[in-house]
């Protein structure tokens, strides 16, 4: 109770100053929804202009929140970024609100980048996040809303003290970024890390505060890493070791792991550890190292992923930034870019040596159209049509099973890179387990088509199963990145069969094998394969034949998102 009203006085008394109007219009023309064969059904995104970074999500007083980095004024990525702030129910269906954030002070005027919201003792929201001031140096800045009666909290106020933390000794102007969402340990203090680097060396810098307001450097870094370049949009929350529900970021016991995840800019992929912590010590001991090839949220194009502890469900979300593929000028004739992944769930796996992610059950409010069947067995070369559901907009879960496992074949011991791999043996290359899997999004003659797939290879007496998804012939247009994603996956096709769950939605495909132990994420952009000429498939072009135990697939409706509505 003391506390509570210590961080009520503080924020009664603290001088923020007068709240901005953010709201901006645009004369700017949409094309159609028949010209927008690209734009997504059910995935986060505004009705127009660039956009990154989720950033803040956060559920208060019944309203879960979302803000993200967003240029109101074109489809580009700008030097005059601002957060932009989206509301919803349910996670699926999005109100569009002002934007909250705006770069109009010298401690943000040259733009508001990415950070993260707590929610403080006494239900107060508040908000860090990275300004670039009038001399070109990340800051970190503290906001928090005009009227917390309002429901959708509205309006944002800056703190006229910013920035509550200046650029630190012997780092670049351009080194010192994006707090993560505080948490409190039993001192009673909160602590954020905020992500820089010094000569090529990543570095979590830890911050401490008794207000919130007056923030002082830990003496040395959570955990320096030489070699990996500056650490971008960091994350650090607990995971219980022994179930799969969310845990609130301030919790800290023996039951508990921490993940730190932080983005490589030079690399633009989300690596995360897991590790043991000691607040009493600010000491992290991660259990696995983090080098390229490391574990990743995603192996496929994700990136500035960003998590929130929901208190609804008991459960942590994570959500990314997914980039465009094409080029500056597709962008800019249709008049947008960037998406966000669907929401994901993410918990500790039984080995605790990685993270499992699945999409929010609230997915299935979207859902019609169920097409099943069971046991059917897919001989080399076959190729089966999923009809009766929109292929464009759809979401598949697929089971198989294999038999006969001694007849893999051997993998090439110089077979490291599981990227490279999937790159030299494409879909369209035979084995004998593999490849199988679901051609998404492809045209009547398979001119188009993305091929998500696995193979199986034996090892130094075991099996490696390796998944990969192959956007090599996802489009007939050119300029368009067609980068084949790969990784492994961790089961053994022995005891478990190979599962993989995909989420299509027009240009994006987000697939899960393995019920979620690796994840790829790809854009595409097919000028045949869309809307009603969408085809879906299972195949397996493999000589050993294999079985599909079970598979589910819905067409997913469109959402509510982010249109304006009188």
Known sequence: MRRTAIFFSIFLVLDFGHVQSNSITSESKLPSATEQPHRTAFHFQPPQNWMNDPNGPMYYNGVYHLFYQHNPFGPLFSNQIYWAHSVSQDLINWIPLDLAIAPTEPFDINSCWSGSATILPGNIPAILYTGIDSENRQVQNLAVPKNLSDPYLNEWVKYTGNPVINLPDGIQPDDFRDPTTAWMADDGRWRI????????????????????????KYDSPLLTVPGTGIWECPDFFPVWVDSAKGVDTSVMNSRVKHVLKVGLFDYARDYYMIGNYSPSKENYVPQNELTLSTLRYDYGKYYASKSFFDPVKDRRILMAWV????????????????????????????????????PIDEIEMLYENE?????????????????????????????FKLANLEEAEEMDPGWVDPQLICSEQDASKQGKFGPFGLLAL?????????????????KNGRYVV?????QSRSSTKNGIDKTIYGAFLEIDPQED??????????????????????CITARVYPTLAIGGDARLFVFNYGT???????????????????????
């Open 497 to 518: 069969e190979i599962s993989l769950r995909t989420l299509i939605d027009h240009s994006i495909i987000e697939s899960f094998g393995g019920g979620g132990k690796t």
């Open 466 to 470: 390796l998944m990969c998804s192959d």
């Open 193 to 216: 890390l905020v992500g820089s680097q010094k000569d090529k060396t990543g570095i979590a810098f830890v911050y401490q505060s008794d207000d919130f307001v007056s923030w002082s």
């Open 442 to 458: 492809a045209s009547n003659d398979l001119t188009e088509q993305t091929a998500i797939f696995f193979r199986v290879f034996q």
């Open 323 to 358: 980039n465009e593929s094409d080029s500056e000028a597709d962008d800019i004739a249709k008049g947008w870019s960037g998406l966000h992944s669907f929401p994901r769930s993410v918990w500790l796996d039984q080995n605790q040596k990685q993270l499992v992610q699945w």
């Open 371 to 399: 097409v099943s069947f069971q046991y059917k067995k897919l001989e080399d070369g076959s190729l089966h049509e999923i009809q009766g559901v929109t292929a464009s907009q759809a979401d598949v879960k697929i089971s």
């Open 544 to 566: 050993e034949s294999v079985v599909i135990s079970e598979l589910n697939a819905w067409s997913v409706k469109k959402a509510q998102m982010n249109v304006q509505t009188p």
